[in-house]
């Protein structure tokens, strides 16, 4: 902490992430701040336990000066201390529980202003993403779906400064959809969805919706990966979220809506046609040999 002192806000905030991304939404800021306090505390915990463990090792030995016969003074209890290591923290994991509930209701809400909604199929080993209230000229009622491939990595393209509706489905088994710079992942179950958007289905909880509010100035490349173990080719399910302006999104989606392939709506609104943040891997299981 004492290194820390020196350094400028952002630096502070930078080495209080402890690894983390930064975020690029209002959700994954306040995921964040929770996040960087929560280490603050559990560090605060244990300096506080090193510092007694190595007090008690370097000032509890025997002293040179005591009989071999002599043991040391025998204390077992001590009521006092007992009642303030039991109250103390009960009164810490109290104060983060009150403060995970704040942030968890924000974050997990389905009751907010929504712009835009995308449907997520997962399946083995890829993603499909549907744009809600999109229709492909010419086609009877066909959303624009951007669908990877071994060969293409499926980017998602969304605008900036804008709410966005994830409605996450799967084709076959478990997996988990989740960007990094979210802050937040939530599992793709493949069960079916009661009325009320909750997940059907034994010992199934939850729901597989989440909004997320991207922030202004955030355009650019995130690499998206599965969370869940789903086979054989579990690692190799990267996807890409490519952030761009709203203009930008207008066009896009009207490429899209032309009929044109996600790399070419992707150059025509001058952005790589292909994900830059992660790359197709090579599927074979022997080229390591060859
Ligand atoms: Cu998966």
């Known amino acids: ?26 959700e994954a800021e306040k995921m964040r701040i929770l996040w960087s306090w929560s280490c603050v505390a559990a560090l605060a915990v244990g300096v506080l336990v090193w510092g007694l463990t190595f007090w008690a090792s370097a000032f509890h030995r025997k002293k040179k000066d005591t009989p071999n016969d002599e043991l ?11 009642l303030t290591y039991t109250a103390f923290p009960f009164v810490a994991i109290a104060i983060l529980f009150y403060y995970t509930m704040v942030v968890q209701n924000d974050v997990i809400t389905l009751d907010k202003k929504v712009d835009h909604e995308v449907e997520v ?37 969304l605008p900036s ?20 710079e979210f802050l937040y992942k939530l599992d793709v179950i493949p069960h079916g969805v009661n009325e009320d958007g909750t997940l059907k289905g034994p010992g199934a909880q939850g729901t597989n919706q989440f ?18 173990l789903c086979g054989v080719y579990h690692a190799q399910m990267n996807f890409e979220l490519r952030v761009v302006s709203p ?43 060859s």
């Open 121 to 157: 199929t997962a399946f083995k080993w890829n993603w499909q993403f549907a744009y809600e209230g999109t229709e492909v000229a010419g086609s009877n009622d066909q959303m624009v779906e951007t669908i990877g491939t071994t060969e293409e990595i499926p980017v998602l393209v």
């Open 1 to 26: 902490m004492l290194a820390l002192a020196g350094c400028s806000r952002a630096e502070l905030e930078d080495n209080l992430r402890f690894g983390w991304p930064t975020g690029i939404t209002d």
């Open 161 to 180: 400064g804008s709410a966005v509706q994830f409605t996450l489905k799967s084709a076959d088994v478990v997996h988990s959809f989740w960007v990094p």
């Open 72 to 82: 040391p003074r025998q204390t077992a209890y001590n009521l006092p201390l007992e």
């Open 247 to 289: 203009d930008q999104y207008e066009d896009y989606l009207t490429a899209r809506e032309s009929g044109q392939s996600n790399a070419d709506a992707l150059a025509s609104i001058g952005e790589e046609p292909l994900a830059t943040s992660t790359s197709p891997f090579d599927p074979s299981r022997t080229s390591n040999n």
């Open 211 to 228: 909004i997320v509010n991207i922030k202004d100035g955030t355009e650019g490349a995130y690499v998206g990966r599965c969370a869940e």
